[in-house]
């Protein structure tokens, strides 16, 4: 069965950089699309970009361009999500999410919680 | 302020049936597929239905979805006390070339 496998919690203080993973199983990684999705208290889903694992190619929401890395690593089944430049505000529950046939995001990791303070 | 437009609660007995709307334009719900997530708290986002109007295996029948011009529906029969959760639509924007969602409704079961 696919499953979404997500690095844990983080802590962080203002200014730094964290990285989450995302490691894969139960399906052929270079098939699809994987997403990054976040969920901030009390605020709604946020869509933060995809990344291409056969290719590589990423493609950013203008809300986090120049802060947010995407990047893969085909041997293991991984994906990788940067955020740098981190503010009080970042402060959610990061997801890695896979994009189905009909641009839905069909399996989604368990989340990470990512705390700035 | 999200890209689509859902109402921020509904509310319904259990047995009843309830609606979720999310409003989008063109570039958006009007030439993309829409999709439907539940989300309860603690837990990840769960598709509940894609292409508009398919469920996912294991999504009962009583969730069904539909789309009109830029605008797209959940609708929930047979209410349960466990269908408590927010509901998010989620779409593509052709414009932003950004994946976009509804601000959540949150469905509250009496």
């Known amino acids: 069965q696919v499953q979404l496998v997500q690095s844990g919690a983080e802590v962080k203080k203002p200014g730094a950089s964290v990285q989450v993973s995302c490691t894969t199983s139960?399906?052929?990684?270079?098939?699809?699309?994987m997403h990054w999705v976040r969920h901030a208290p009390g605020q709604g889903l946020e869509w933060m970009g995809r990344?291409?694992?056969?290719?590589?190619?990423?493609k950013y929401a203008q809300n986090f361009q120049g802060r947010v890395t995407m990047t893969r690593d085909t041997s293991i089944g991984t994906v990788n999500m940067a955020l740098s430049d981190l503010r009080s505000d970042d402060t959610a529950v990061y997801y890695c999410?896979?994009?189905?046939?009909?641009?839905?995001?069909?399996?989604w990791g368990q989340g990470t919680l990512v705390t700035v303070s | 302020q999200s890209v689509l437009t859902q109402p921020p609660s509904v509310s319904a007995a259990p047995g009843q049936k309830v609606t979720i709307s999310c409003s989008g334009r063109?570039?958006?719900?009007?030439?993309?597929?829409v999709s439907w997530y539940q989300h309860l708290p603690g837990t990840a986002p769960k598709l509940v239905i894609y292409?508009?109007?398919k469920r996912p295996s294991g999504i009962p029948d009583r969730f069904s979805g539909s789309k009109s011009g830029t605008s797209a529906t959940l609708d929930i029969t047979g209410l349960q006390t466990g269908d408590e959760a927010d509901y998010y639509c989620g779409t593509w924007d052709s414009s932003l070339s950004n994946g976009v969602f509804g601000g959540g409704t949150k469905l509250t079961v009496l």
């Open positions: 292409d508009n109007y």
């Open positions: 063109s570039s958006n719900i009007g030439n993309n597929f």
């Open positions: 139960g399906y052929t990684f270079t098939g699809f699309h």
């Open positions: 999410a896979r994009e189905g046939s009909y641009d839905d995001l069909d399996h």
């Open positions: 990344i291409t694992p056969n290719s590589g190619a990423t």
